[in-house]
């Protein structure tokens, strides 16, 4: 099946802990992207890649770090530095030149 | 202002009803428009782009007005199924990257 995968589904972690976040594409496509949910907000942007080794951030990266090492993955590292970690974490990816971004499930990370 | 602006509802109607929901944006720039459909604590999915001629999916219709700079989304005969928060998504070319902007979504929920 092709798609975008994302793990764990829910994550829990104490405070002053770093945490990555898994993001994987089988769609072959070239860009891919870091959004936060918040309730009552909408999407924000924290990470963008539009191929490989190459990684731009967004509107809300601070406290965030990321890696584009192979086409499929996109991680993402949250890190005691970002002081509201709590939220919704959906990766997306859309093929080179293409209006639709399609999401993976999301993450769901909660700092205790 | 700002970017693109939704009304968060909820609009409640009953099944079979018709709806109607409007999405604001303030870039005159922005080239591509797109409805996605989220569930409670599921990733947005998208239901469908919004062309300038407007277009028809089934029970959906979605119409864009430049002049006006805003685009709606018209659900006719109201499903349960329906319920849900539908997401109106503004993308425009910024350097050599597409912006992809969200609103903040509007709720519905259809009652039997």
């Known amino acids: 099946d092709g798609g975008i995968t994302q793990s764990p589904k829910y994550l829990f972690r104490k405070e002053g802990q770093n945490v990555t976040l898994s993001c994987e594409q089988n769609?072959?496509?070239?860009?891919m992207y870091w959004y936060r949910q918040d309730p009552g907000q909408g999407l924000r942007l924290i990470y963008y890649s539009q191929i490989v080794n190459d990684f731009q951030k967004g509107d809300i990266a601070e406290g965030y770090s990321v890696s584009r090492e192979k086409k499929e993955s996109f991680p993402l590292t949250v890190t005691s530095a970002q002081k509201n970690p709590t939220a919704f974490y959906l990766c997306a990816s859309s093929g080179q030149g293409a209006d639709t971004q399609y999401f993976g499930p999301g993450t769901r990370l909660t700092v205790l | 202002r700002k970017e693109v602006e939704q009304d968060p509802g909820p609009f409640n109607v009953p099944e079979g009803a018709t709806v109607a929901f409007n999405c604001t944006y303030s870039?005159?720039?922005?080239?591509?428009f797109f409805w996605y459909r989220q569930d409670c604590r599921k990733e947005p999915k998208l239901l469908m782009s919004?062309?300038?001629s407007g277009n028809e999916d089934g029970r959906f219709t979605a119409q864009l007005n430049r002049a006006s700079q805003y685009i709606s989304l018209l659900i006719r005969d109201s499903k349960l199924s329906d319920s849900a928060t539908y997401l109106c998504v503004v993308r425009q070319r910024s350097g050599g990257y597409q912006k992809v902007t969200f609103g903040t979504g509007t709720k519905l929920q259809v009652i039997p």
């Open positions: 919004v062309y300038s």
């Open positions: 769609l072959n496509h070239d860009a």
């Open positions: 870039n005159s720039a922005s080239q591509s």
